[in-house]
């Protein structure tokens, strides 16, 4: 209830997405997986694959930021790096990414 009213259902299905988003924020927790850093000019970036507890994920960090750049659903850990690549050379458009070494986690 909003002061004493009954919310509209419109009102009520944006609080419950706001509360979703904010799970969502903290889980799913990765188990393992894999992660780079990427750094170009004024850029640096940090590249994850990993498996979740509900399935693998791609998922590519700002690091200078803070946020996220994008985290979406992969088919496998191999699915995962490569959208991850995908991701950091389209948003770092003007200079070309330097090799990305991967590394296994936990190790």
Known sequence: MLGGLQAHPRQRAIQRDKRVARLLDMFPKANF???ADVETKGHHLRLFSEETTVGPVSAVFDVKAKKW?????????E???R???EIA?????QHPLPTVGWKKYPS
């Open 83 to 85: 959208k991850a690549l």
């Open 69 to 77: 750049v994008s985290r979406e659903w992969a088919d496998d850990l």
């Open 79 to 81: 699915d995962g790096k």
């Open 89 to 93: 050379e389209a948003f770092i458009k």
């Open 33 to 35: 997986g894999f992660h």
